[in-house]
């Protein structure tokens, strides 16, 4: 009986401590799934502020004005490039809005009038004639682009805009009327694709950053993958395992987890001070990437490298290979996926850094399309980092599209990252 007692109560410490780490189990899974759902309910507020706030950039505020294009106004008689740089493009726009509104005389109600088109809308009528010089001495309706505190007044709503102190109330009601009218509406804002930082909300671009991210990877991607593959297969295949190659190791790994804007000084010093490169362009903001790029480069490509069996190497030397045709045939096509998964993630990682290009001058107001890899020139985040610092309530809406379009760029490259390797992953 004794014994009985004994194995019951031992079967019973038993079950009451089961019971225990089960439930100690299912709080750790609770906790777990706690912290995803956070998680994705922070990422997702994140993201649904970023696009509330950016969609509005993608619209843009325009007015229909009937434009003559008056020889005499515009002081030319022909179409030339000489003589469109003395053209007066802004007297069609000013003539255009007495015409609309014949009853303002005083001249600081007409200078509110003048406000309510862009001040770059000139500009624009330039590149039209200069396109068409048909158009010289013809009457047109031409959609001009709106001022920026036009456009933020027709995107708010009714008790923000009866709050706008920045329009006046005879600009509203001209605002009212030629809305009205349906002179006065939303029309895709191509500036934000086709053209260059400006100083002006309504004729900001983003094609000057995408242009110069474009140059500055491609330097990066050229120096960085054949550098980094190579020298993965070097420590892996030739080097001899002594102590400066676990010093070269060491070295390499501590590298990938250095703050980049090290590596900004880095260039700074070395390209612009010691070699004499020019500041802000492409390719020294490429050279300066690539250092930050290599290390983990060479990391995902030494593990590749190790991944591929010991078997595939034995093979291919019973059968005479030579070492380097074991690399170059066997073991290189076999870890490429790999290299290349690795690749594609650090290029990811140096297009959304910032520290390291501000270090070398890529902070400059760019207002040209770079043409080339020694232009002048910004990147994606940097325009970022410039417009989230402007006063101007504009811009809110500008950053936040930016925002977009770079998150779209890095969720796209890491895609490419994920199908590449699945793609190209070979099984053994």
Known sequence: ??????????ASRLRRGLQKRYRRERRFRGYGLTAIMLGLIALLVLFGDII??????????????????DREVLGINQVSE??????N??????????????????????????????????????????????????????????NSTVDMYMKSDAEARADDRQITEVQR????????SGELGFGLNTSFFTQGDSRNAEQAGMLGALVGSFYTMVVTLLLSFPIGVAAAIYLEEFAPKNRLTEIIEVNINNLAAVPSIIFGLLGLAVFINFFGLPRSVPLVGGLVLTLMA????????????KAVPPSIREAALGMGASRMQVVLHHVLPLALPGMLTGTI??????LGETAPLLMIGMVAFIADVPQG??????????????????????YVALTSAAIMVLLAFLIGMNTLAVVLRKKLEQRW
């Not at 509330?52 to 294009?69: D, M, N, R, V, Y």
């Not at 309510?116 to 004639?129: D, F, H, I, K, P």
């Not at 290599?294 to 490298?305: E, G, H, K």
């Not at 993630?345 to 140096?350: D, E, G, H, R």
Request: charged share 20%; hydrophobic share 40%.
């Open 173 to 180: 009601q001209w605002i009212n009327e030629l809305r009205d």
């Open 1 to 10: 009986m004794a014994t009985d007692r004994n194995e019951q109560a031992g």
């Open 82 to 87: 000489a003589e469109l740089k003395q053209a």
């Open 373 to 394: 890899f020694t232009d002048s020139a910004t990147v994606l985040p940097v325009q970022v980092y410039l417009w989230s610092n402007t006063p101007e309530e504009s």
């Open 52 to 69: 509330g706030k950016g969609l509005p950039a993608f619209q843009q505020t325009h007015i229909q004005l009937e434009i003559s294009w």
């Open 89 to 146: 493009f802004d007297a069609l726009i000013k003539q255009a809005l007495r015409e609309r509104f014949p009853g303002v005389d005083a001249r600081r109600q007409q200078h509110q009038l003048f406000k309510l088109v862009s001040s770059e809308a000139g500009y624009n009528l330039r590149e039209r004639l200069q396109t068409d010089p048909e158009l010289l001495g013809s009457t047109e309706t031409v959609a001009l682009v709106a």
């Open 294 to 305: 290599l290390p983990t480069i060479i990391i995902s490509a030494r593990s590749a490298i």
């Open 345 to 350: 993630i650090a290029m990811a990682q140096a």
